[in-house]
C-alpha cells in the first residue's frame, strides 16, 4: 500500500514590499520565510527577457545593485508580477518561483556573481553623464 500523499505546495499568507522598496518579504503557510531583496529578484527575473527561451539564451543582467520595486501587481491567485524602477516589468513571479529563490538564496547568488565575473561585469550601475562627479571650482 502507498502510503504517500501528496501535499499541496505550501501558499503564500504574506507579500510585504519593504518602504525602502529594496525588500519584499514573502511567507509561507508551512512556516517558510524569506526576505528577498530588490537587486536579486531583478536578476533572477524568470522574464523570457531574462531567461530566454533557452539555457543557452539566459542573460547575465549587470548594474542593478540599487534597483527598486516600484509595484507588485496580482495575476490571479499563482503569482505576482513586479514591477522595477529600471522600468523592466515582464517577469511573472510563481508562488513556486519566490520560494525556490528564497530556498535556494545562497546558490542563485553565487551563480549569479560568478557570471558577473566571467563576462567582466559589475553589479554596479554604469555611471551616467548625470551621475558623473563634476570638477569643484
Known sequence: MNTTTNAPNPWPTELRLRKDHQTLTVAFDNGE???????????K???AEVQGHSAEQRKT?????????LEVQAVGNYAV???FDDMHSTGI?????????G?????HWQDY????????LTRDPPITRS???QPKN
Open 33 to 43: 520565510k524569506f526576505d528577498l531583496q530588490a537587486e536579486y529578484l531583478r536578476v
Open 45 to 47: 527575473s524568470p522574464s
Open 61 to 69: 543582467v549587470p548594474g542593478k545593485r540599487d534597483v527598486a520595486i
Open 81 to 83: 508580477r513586479l514591477v
Open 93 to 101: 513571479y510563481s508562488w513556486d518561483y519566490l520560494r525556490d529563490l
Open 103 to 107: 530556498r535556494n538564496h545562497d546558490r
Open 113 to 120: 556573481l560568478d557570471a558577473l565575473a566571467a563576462k567582466g
Open 131 to 133: 551621475t558623473r562627479l
